[in-house]
Protein backbone atom coordinates (compact mmCIF):
# COMPACT_ATOMS: atom_id res chain seq x y z
CA UNK A 1 0.00 0.00 0.00
CA UNK A 2 0.95 3.22 -0.72
CA UNK A 3 0.32 6.83 1.32
CA UNK A 4 1.58 10.18 0.12
CA UNK A 5 2.00 12.90 2.10
CA UNK A 6 1.58 15.89 -0.09
CA UNK A 7 4.65 17.96 -0.35
CA UNK A 8 3.41 21.52 -1.46
CA UNK A 9 5.66 23.77 0.48
CA UNK A 10 3.46 24.55 3.01
CA UNK A 11 5.59 24.88 5.61
CA UNK A 12 6.90 22.40 8.19
CA UNK A 13 6.01 18.91 7.40
CA UNK A 14 8.66 17.13 9.24
CA UNK A 15 6.66 15.82 11.97
CA UNK A 16 4.03 14.61 9.99
CA UNK A 17 6.50 12.54 7.95
CA UNK A 18 7.58 11.17 10.93
CA UNK A 19 4.95 10.05 13.01
CA UNK A 20 3.54 7.96 9.25
CA UNK A 21 6.61 6.73 9.50
CA UNK A 22 7.07 5.37 12.64
CA UNK A 23 3.53 4.01 12.30
CA UNK A 24 3.72 2.94 9.31
CA UNK A 25 7.18 0.84 9.82
CA UNK A 26 8.27 -1.76 7.19
CA UNK A 27 4.22 -2.47 5.90
CA UNK A 28 3.53 0.55 4.80
CA UNK A 29 5.41 2.51 1.74
CA UNK A 30 4.91 6.43 2.74
CA UNK A 31 5.84 8.97 -0.02
CA UNK A 32 6.20 12.61 0.31
CA UNK A 33 5.71 14.03 -2.85
CA UNK A 34 3.83 16.88 -5.38
CA UNK A 35 3.91 14.38 -8.19
CA UNK A 36 0.95 14.31 -9.98
CA UNK A 37 0.75 10.15 -10.67
CA UNK A 38 2.00 9.45 -7.80
CA UNK A 39 -0.59 11.44 -6.35
CA UNK A 40 -3.26 9.35 -8.42
CA UNK A 41 -2.23 6.16 -8.14
CA UNK A 42 -1.71 6.33 -4.01
CA UNK A 43 -3.93 4.31 -2.19
CA UNK A 44 -4.85 7.10 0.59
CA UNK A 45 -3.53 10.74 0.48
CA UNK A 46 -2.49 12.93 3.29
CA UNK A 47 -2.89 16.97 3.04
CA UNK A 48 -1.15 18.81 5.64
CA UNK A 49 -1.04 22.21 5.95
CA UNK A 50 0.64 24.57 8.07
CA UNK A 51 0.32 28.43 7.97
CA UNK A 52 -2.27 30.32 6.89
CA UNK A 53 -5.65 29.77 5.00
CA UNK A 54 -4.32 31.81 2.03
CA UNK A 55 -0.44 30.92 1.86
CA UNK A 56 -1.51 27.06 1.69
CA UNK A 57 -4.10 27.57 -0.89
CA UNK A 58 -1.49 29.61 -3.03
CA UNK A 59 0.81 26.89 -2.49
CA UNK A 60 -1.49 24.26 -4.14
CA UNK A 61 -2.45 26.39 -6.80
CA UNK A 62 1.60 27.08 -7.30
CA UNK A 63 1.78 23.61 -8.36
CA UNK A 64 0.06 23.35 -11.69
CA UNK A 65 -2.70 20.58 -11.67
CA UNK A 66 -2.47 19.39 -7.80
CA UNK A 67 -5.37 20.74 -7.07
CA UNK A 68 -7.65 18.99 -9.95
CA UNK A 69 -4.94 15.86 -9.22
CA UNK A 70 -6.10 16.06 -5.57
CA UNK A 71 -10.07 16.37 -6.16
CA UNK A 72 -9.86 13.56 -8.55
CA UNK A 73 -8.28 11.23 -6.07
CA UNK A 74 -10.74 12.59 -3.23
CA UNK A 75 -14.10 13.31 -4.98
CA UNK A 76 -14.05 11.66 -8.27
CA UNK A 77 -12.31 8.32 -7.33
CA UNK A 78 -13.53 8.68 -3.36
CA UNK A 79 -9.84 7.28 -2.42
CA UNK A 80 -9.08 8.28 1.41
CA UNK A 81 -7.95 11.47 2.13
CA UNK A 82 -7.02 12.72 5.42
CA UNK A 83 -5.89 16.65 5.94
CA UNK A 84 -4.29 18.15 8.85
CA UNK A 85 -4.79 21.53 10.58
CA UNK A 86 -5.13 23.77 7.48
CA UNK A 87 -5.43 20.97 5.53
CA UNK A 88 -8.98 20.28 6.77
CA UNK A 89 -9.58 23.77 6.45
CA UNK A 90 -9.05 23.85 2.75
CA UNK A 91 -11.81 21.09 2.57
CA UNK A 92 -14.14 24.28 2.76
CA UNK A 93 -15.30 26.40 0.54
CA UNK A 94 -13.76 30.14 1.22
CA UNK A 95 -11.23 31.04 3.93
CA UNK A 96 -10.96 34.49 5.65
CA UNK A 97 -7.54 34.29 7.18
CA UNK A 98 -5.80 37.53 5.56
CA UNK A 99 -8.21 38.05 3.04
CA UNK A 100 -10.76 36.40 1.38
CA UNK A 101 -9.74 33.37 -0.39
CA UNK A 102 -11.68 30.43 -2.12
CA UNK A 103 -11.20 27.04 -0.83
CA UNK A 104 -11.28 23.50 -2.35
CA UNK A 105 -15.00 23.47 -1.80
CA UNK A 106 -15.00 19.70 -0.97
CA UNK A 107 -17.59 20.33 2.30
CA UNK A 108 -19.72 23.58 2.29
CA UNK A 109 -18.91 25.90 5.07
CA UNK A 110 -16.40 28.34 5.50
CA UNK A 111 -13.17 29.02 7.88
CA UNK A 112 -12.97 32.11 10.22
CA UNK A 113 -11.42 33.33 13.32
CA UNK A 114 -12.02 31.72 16.34
CA UNK A 115 -14.64 34.08 18.68
CA UNK A 116 -12.01 34.75 21.95
CA UNK A 117 -14.46 37.17 23.35
CA UNK A 118 -12.74 39.79 23.77
CA UNK A 119 -9.16 38.34 24.64
CA UNK A 120 -10.46 36.44 27.22
CA UNK A 121 -9.50 33.93 24.99
CA UNK A 122 -5.67 33.29 23.77
CA UNK A 123 -4.94 32.66 20.76
CA UNK A 124 -4.06 30.83 19.14
CA UNK A 125 -5.89 27.79 20.39
CA UNK A 126 -1.69 26.06 21.73
CA UNK A 127 -1.53 23.58 23.56
CA UNK A 128 -3.71 20.02 24.77
CA UNK A 129 -7.21 20.39 24.44
CA UNK A 130 -10.21 17.08 24.91
CA UNK A 131 -12.27 16.20 21.66
CA UNK A 132 -15.53 15.68 22.44
CA UNK A 133 -16.80 12.55 20.03
CA UNK A 134 -20.10 13.19 18.08
CA UNK A 135 -20.07 10.58 15.80
CA UNK A 136 -18.21 7.06 15.04
CA UNK A 137 -15.35 7.84 13.05
CA UNK A 138 -12.97 5.43 11.29
CA UNK A 139 -10.43 7.04 12.56
CA UNK A 140 -11.47 7.27 15.70
CA UNK A 141 -11.64 3.49 16.18
CA UNK A 142 -10.31 2.48 20.31
CA UNK A 143 -10.05 6.44 20.84
CA UNK A 144 -11.96 7.34 23.97
CA UNK A 145 -14.13 10.13 23.92
CA UNK A 146 -12.26 13.33 25.90
CA UNK A 147 -8.94 12.35 24.45
CA UNK A 148 -6.70 14.78 24.53
CA UNK A 149 -5.16 16.00 21.41
CA UNK A 150 -2.29 19.08 20.69
CA UNK A 151 -3.77 21.72 18.88
CA UNK A 152 -2.28 25.00 17.52
CA UNK A 153 -4.49 27.54 15.37
CA UNK A 154 -6.47 30.59 15.19
CA UNK A 155 -9.14 29.98 12.62
CA UNK A 156 -11.82 27.43 12.92
CA UNK A 157 -13.65 25.48 10.07
CA UNK A 158 -17.55 25.79 10.08
CA UNK A 159 -19.11 23.71 8.18
CA UNK A 160 -23.02 23.89 6.30
CA UNK A 161 -24.02 20.40 7.20
CA UNK A 162 -23.05 19.64 10.98
CA UNK A 163 -23.18 15.74 9.79
CA UNK A 164 -20.04 15.88 8.47
CA UNK A 165 -18.28 17.20 12.20
CA UNK A 166 -16.90 13.82 13.88
CA UNK A 167 -15.76 15.93 16.83
CA UNK A 168 -15.59 19.36 18.68
CA UNK A 169 -13.41 20.86 21.29
CA UNK A 170 -14.32 23.13 23.88
CA UNK A 171 -12.20 26.50 23.88
CA UNK A 172 -14.60 29.80 23.92
CA UNK A 173 -17.04 27.47 22.40
CA UNK A 174 -17.91 24.29 20.75
CA UNK A 175 -14.98 23.94 17.94
CA UNK A 176 -15.10 21.49 14.68
CA UNK A 177 -11.80 19.43 15.71
CA UNK A 178 -12.64 16.71 13.00
CA UNK A 179 -14.80 15.83 10.10
CA UNK A 180 -15.72 12.95 8.19
CA UNK A 181 -17.50 13.16 4.63
CA UNK A 182 -17.65 9.32 3.03
CA UNK A 183 -13.84 9.44 1.91
CA UNK A 184 -12.47 12.40 3.35
CA UNK A 185 -11.18 12.60 6.72
CA UNK A 186 -9.57 15.76 8.65
CA UNK A 187 -8.34 16.86 12.06
CA UNK A 188 -7.89 20.10 12.90
CA UNK A 189 -5.69 19.26 15.74
CA UNK A 190 -1.88 17.65 15.04
CA UNK A 191 -2.11 13.93 15.41
CA UNK A 192 1.15 13.69 14.26
CA UNK A 193 2.07 15.62 17.62
CA UNK A 194 -0.49 13.96 20.14
CA UNK A 195 1.81 11.09 21.60
CA UNK A 196 0.34 7.64 20.87
CA UNK A 197 -3.03 8.30 20.77
CA UNK A 198 -2.21 10.75 18.00
CA UNK A 199 -0.14 7.78 16.43
CA UNK A 200 -3.72 5.85 16.69
CA UNK A 201 -5.01 7.93 14.62
CA UNK A 202 -2.94 7.76 11.88
CA UNK A 203 -3.03 4.15 12.16
CA UNK A 204 -6.68 3.82 11.88
CA UNK A 205 -5.99 6.17 8.72
CA UNK A 206 -4.00 3.66 6.99
CA UNK A 207 -5.47 0.68 7.74
CA UNK A 208 -8.44 1.71 6.06
CA UNK B 1 -11.17 22.84 28.91
CA UNK B 2 -7.36 23.64 27.09
CA UNK B 3 -5.22 22.49 29.93
CA UNK B 4 -2.18 24.04 31.24
CA UNK B 5 1.09 23.16 29.50
CA UNK B 6 4.35 21.49 31.82
CA UNK B 7 7.37 21.64 29.57
CA UNK B 8 10.85 20.13 30.46
CA UNK B 9 13.85 21.93 29.32
CA UNK B 10 16.91 20.15 28.07
CA UNK B 11 20.45 22.38 27.73
CA UNK B 12 22.48 20.96 24.88
CA UNK B 13 25.97 21.26 24.51
CA UNK B 14 27.78 19.77 21.82
CA UNK B 15 24.88 17.73 21.18
CA UNK B 16 25.40 16.40 24.74
CA UNK B 17 23.07 17.17 27.44
CA UNK B 18 24.22 19.21 30.49
CA UNK B 19 22.61 18.62 34.01
CA UNK B 20 21.11 15.76 32.98
CA UNK B 21 18.55 13.50 34.77
CA UNK B 22 19.74 10.84 37.29
CA UNK B 23 18.45 7.78 35.96
CA UNK B 24 20.07 4.61 36.55
CA UNK B 25 18.18 3.01 33.79
CA UNK B 26 19.63 5.25 31.25
CA UNK B 27 22.07 3.97 28.89
CA UNK B 28 23.18 6.61 27.76
CA UNK B 29 22.77 9.50 30.16
CA UNK B 30 24.21 12.60 28.29
CA UNK B 31 22.08 11.25 25.28
CA UNK B 32 19.69 14.15 25.03
CA UNK B 33 17.10 11.74 22.55
CA UNK B 34 16.69 9.19 25.14
CA UNK B 35 16.07 11.90 27.86
CA UNK B 36 13.65 13.34 25.64
CA UNK B 37 11.59 10.03 25.29
CA UNK B 38 11.84 9.39 29.18
CA UNK B 39 9.68 13.07 29.41
CA UNK B 40 7.52 12.53 26.72
CA UNK B 41 6.91 8.82 28.24
CA UNK B 42 6.55 10.44 31.41
CA UNK B 43 3.37 13.05 30.16
CA UNK B 44 5.14 16.03 29.09
CA UNK B 45 3.51 18.23 26.70
CA UNK B 46 6.32 19.46 25.00
CA UNK B 47 10.08 19.34 24.88
CA UNK B 48 12.19 22.24 25.07
CA UNK B 49 15.82 22.28 23.68
CA UNK B 50 18.29 24.68 24.36
CA UNK B 51 21.63 24.44 22.47
CA UNK B 52 23.72 26.00 24.76
CA UNK B 53 27.28 25.37 21.92
CA UNK B 54 29.32 27.80 22.13
CA UNK B 55 31.85 27.38 19.38
CA UNK B 56 30.41 27.75 15.53
CA UNK B 57 31.41 24.47 14.41
CA UNK B 58 30.22 22.34 16.81
CA UNK B 59 26.73 23.61 16.22
CA UNK B 60 25.46 21.53 13.75
CA UNK B 61 25.64 18.84 16.51
CA UNK B 62 21.99 20.38 17.48
CA UNK B 63 20.55 19.57 13.78
CA UNK B 64 21.30 15.54 14.60
CA UNK B 65 19.75 15.87 18.13
CA UNK B 66 16.56 17.43 16.37
CA UNK B 67 16.56 14.83 13.85
CA UNK B 68 17.03 12.09 16.12
CA UNK B 69 14.51 13.22 19.05
CA UNK B 70 11.79 13.89 15.83
CA UNK B 71 11.79 10.38 15.14
CA UNK B 72 10.79 9.22 18.39
CA UNK B 73 9.27 12.11 20.40
CA UNK B 74 5.55 12.66 19.02
CA UNK B 75 5.44 15.57 21.32
CA UNK B 76 5.85 19.16 20.03
CA UNK B 77 9.34 20.17 20.45
CA UNK B 78 10.66 23.43 20.79
CA UNK B 79 14.78 24.17 19.70
CA UNK B 80 16.21 27.44 20.34
CA UNK B 81 19.90 28.75 21.34
CA UNK B 82 21.88 30.40 18.81
CA UNK B 83 18.91 30.98 15.94
CA UNK B 84 20.34 33.89 14.21
CA UNK B 85 18.00 34.14 10.56
CA UNK B 86 15.00 33.12 9.19
CA UNK B 87 17.65 30.50 7.20
CA UNK B 88 18.44 28.32 10.59
CA UNK B 89 14.84 27.90 11.56
CA UNK B 90 13.85 26.93 8.15
CA UNK B 91 16.84 24.34 9.00
CA UNK B 92 15.84 23.51 12.47
CA UNK B 93 12.41 22.90 11.28
CA UNK B 94 13.53 20.95 8.58
CA UNK B 95 15.44 18.71 10.77
CA UNK B 96 11.85 18.16 12.74
CA UNK B 97 11.91 21.05 15.05
CA UNK B 98 8.30 21.97 15.66
CA UNK B 99 9.22 25.60 17.06
CA UNK B 100 11.85 27.63 17.05
CA UNK B 101 12.96 29.98 20.06
CA UNK B 102 14.61 32.88 19.26
CA UNK B 103 15.80 35.73 21.53
CA UNK B 104 19.09 37.77 20.55
CA UNK B 105 18.13 37.93 17.07
CA UNK B 106 14.69 39.34 17.82
CA UNK B 107 16.19 42.47 19.70
CA UNK B 108 18.88 42.64 16.69
CA UNK B 109 16.72 42.24 14.51
CA UNK B 110 12.94 42.05 14.43
CA UNK B 111 12.46 41.42 10.77
CA UNK B 112 13.68 37.87 11.86
CA UNK B 113 10.08 37.25 13.38
CA UNK B 114 8.04 39.54 10.94
CA UNK B 115 9.36 37.21 7.67
CA UNK B 116 9.99 33.81 9.58
CA UNK B 117 6.16 34.07 10.98
CA UNK B 118 4.88 34.80 7.74
CA UNK B 119 6.58 32.07 5.93
CA UNK B 120 6.47 29.13 8.29
CA UNK B 121 3.49 30.46 10.42
CA UNK B 122 2.93 31.72 14.16
CA UNK B 123 2.75 28.60 15.33
CA UNK B 124 6.15 27.62 15.01
CA UNK B 125 7.69 31.10 16.13
CA UNK B 126 8.32 31.40 20.04
CA UNK B 127 10.31 34.46 21.67
CA UNK B 128 12.51 33.97 24.22
CA UNK B 129 12.78 36.95 26.39
CA UNK B 130 15.25 37.39 29.06
CA UNK B 131 14.11 40.24 31.83
CA UNK B 132 15.73 41.30 34.30
CA UNK B 133 13.99 43.92 36.81
CA UNK B 134 15.47 47.84 37.27
CA UNK B 135 13.18 49.78 39.97
CA UNK B 136 9.55 49.18 38.66
CA UNK B 137 10.70 47.96 35.00
CA UNK B 138 11.82 45.22 33.64
CA UNK B 139 14.88 45.37 31.05
CA UNK B 140 15.54 42.72 27.93
CA UNK B 141 18.87 41.45 28.36
CA UNK B 142 20.31 39.16 25.09
CA UNK B 143 23.51 37.03 24.29
CA UNK B 144 22.41 34.51 26.94
CA UNK B 145 21.98 37.40 29.82
CA UNK B 146 25.19 39.20 29.10
CA UNK B 147 23.97 42.55 27.34
CA UNK B 148 21.58 44.66 28.95
CA UNK B 149 19.73 46.60 26.03
CA UNK B 150 17.69 49.12 28.05
CA UNK B 151 14.58 47.75 25.95
CA UNK B 152 11.59 47.67 28.47
CA UNK B 153 10.23 44.08 28.10
CA UNK B 154 7.11 44.72 28.58
CA UNK B 155 6.55 46.57 25.30
CA UNK B 156 8.77 44.60 24.07
CA UNK B 157 6.87 41.70 24.68
CA UNK B 158 3.81 43.45 23.16
CA UNK B 159 5.89 44.47 19.93
CA UNK B 160 6.76 40.78 19.25
CA UNK B 161 3.14 39.59 19.40
CA UNK B 162 2.15 42.51 16.33
CA UNK B 163 5.58 41.13 14.80
CA UNK B 164 3.99 37.78 14.18
CA UNK B 165 5.55 35.70 17.13
CA UNK B 166 3.03 32.74 18.38
CA UNK B 167 4.03 32.39 21.30
CA UNK B 168 6.67 33.89 24.48
CA UNK B 169 9.17 32.09 26.16
CA UNK B 170 9.82 34.71 29.60
CA UNK B 171 12.50 33.85 31.48
CA UNK B 172 12.81 36.10 35.09
CA UNK B 173 16.59 36.82 34.80
CA UNK B 174 16.56 37.81 38.62
CA UNK B 175 14.95 33.95 39.41
CA UNK B 176 16.91 31.61 36.75
CA UNK B 177 19.19 29.32 38.89
CA UNK B 178 17.63 30.07 42.29
CA UNK B 179 14.55 27.94 42.69
CA UNK B 180 12.66 30.55 44.33
CA UNK B 181 10.32 30.79 41.64
CA UNK B 182 8.84 32.77 38.77
CA UNK B 183 8.88 36.18 38.51
CA UNK B 184 5.30 35.86 38.57
CA UNK B 185 5.18 40.02 38.73
CA UNK B 186 6.82 39.95 35.60
CA UNK B 187 4.32 37.11 33.43
CA UNK B 188 1.19 38.99 34.85
CA UNK B 189 1.82 41.81 33.38
CA UNK B 190 2.92 40.52 30.16
CA UNK B 191 0.09 37.81 30.11
CA UNK B 192 -2.66 40.67 30.75
CA UNK B 193 -1.14 42.88 27.73
CA UNK B 194 -0.55 40.56 24.78
CA UNK B 195 -3.00 38.06 23.73
CA UNK B 196 -1.19 35.23 22.85
CA UNK B 197 0.17 32.55 25.37
CA UNK B 198 3.26 32.75 27.94
CA UNK B 199 5.51 30.56 28.77
CA UNK B 200 7.14 30.83 32.05
CA UNK B 201 10.30 30.13 32.84
CA UNK B 202 13.69 30.56 35.16
CA UNK B 203 13.79 29.91 38.86
CA UNK B 204 11.34 26.32 39.62
CA UNK B 205 12.70 24.73 43.14
CA UNK B 206 9.19 23.26 43.67
CA UNK B 207 5.90 22.50 42.67
CA UNK B 208 3.84 25.22 43.82
CA UNK B 209 6.26 27.21 41.98
CA UNK B 210 4.84 25.97 38.96
CA UNK B 211 1.24 26.13 40.39
CA UNK B 212 2.03 29.97 41.21
CA UNK B 213 3.39 30.58 37.54
CA UNK B 214 -0.41 29.78 36.35
CA UNK B 215 -2.22 31.15 38.89
CA UNK B 216 -0.42 34.45 39.79
CA UNK B 217 1.46 34.85 36.84
CA UNK B 218 -1.54 33.72 34.05
CA UNK B 219 1.18 31.41 32.08
CA UNK B 220 0.17 29.02 29.72
CA UNK B 221 2.64 26.76 30.32
CA UNK B 222 5.11 26.50 32.98
CA UNK B 223 8.65 25.64 31.24
CA UNK B 224 11.58 24.11 34.51
CA UNK B 225 14.82 22.66 34.29
CA UNK B 226 16.15 21.21 37.33
CA UNK B 227 13.56 19.96 39.41
CA UNK B 228 13.02 17.33 36.11
CA UNK B 229 16.60 16.95 35.58
CA UNK B 230 17.97 15.91 38.98
CA UNK B 231 14.56 13.78 39.39
CA UNK B 232 13.39 15.74 42.31
CA UNK B 233 9.89 15.58 40.38
CA UNK B 234 8.68 13.77 37.72
CA UNK B 235 6.36 14.86 35.25
CA UNK B 236 3.99 12.78 36.67
CA UNK B 237 4.16 14.00 39.48
CA UNK B 238 4.13 17.22 38.99
CA UNK B 239 0.74 17.10 37.00
CA UNK B 240 -1.26 15.32 39.57
CA UNK B 241 0.25 17.91 42.20
CA UNK B 242 -1.27 20.66 39.80
CA UNK B 243 -4.45 18.48 38.96
CA UNK B 244 -4.66 18.78 42.95
CA UNK B 245 -4.64 22.27 42.76
CA UNK B 246 -7.63 22.87 40.42
CA UNK B 247 -5.00 23.53 37.27
CA UNK B 248 -6.42 21.75 34.19
CA UNK B 249 -3.87 19.05 33.46
CA UNK B 250 -3.71 16.56 30.45
CA UNK B 251 -2.99 13.42 32.73
Not at chain 2, 39 to 58: K, P, R, V
Not at chain 2, 93 to 110: E, F, R
Amino acid sequence: MNVTIVDYNSGNISSVINSFKEVAKDKVNIEVSSDLNKIKSSDKVVLPGQGSFKSCIDALNGISGLVDSLTEFAINNKKPLLGICVGLQMFAEIGYEETETKGLGWISGKVSKIDNQNGKYKLPHIGWNQINILKDSKIFKEIKNNSHMYFVHSYEFIPEDKKVISSTTDYSSNIVCSVEKENIFGTQFHPEKSDKIGLKIIENFIKL
Amino acid sequence: MLKNRIIPCLDVKNGRVVKGINFVDLKDAGDPVEQAKIYSDGGADEICFLDITASNENRNTIYDVVKRTSKKCFVPLTVGGGVRSVDDINKLLNYGADKVSINTAAVQNPEVIIESSKKFGSQCIVVAIDAKKKGDKWEVFTHGGRNNTSINAIEFAKKMEDSGAGELLITSMDRDGTQIGYDNDLMFKISSIINIPVIASGGVGNLDHLVDGIKLGNASAVLAASIFHYGTHSIQEAKQYLDSKGIPVRI
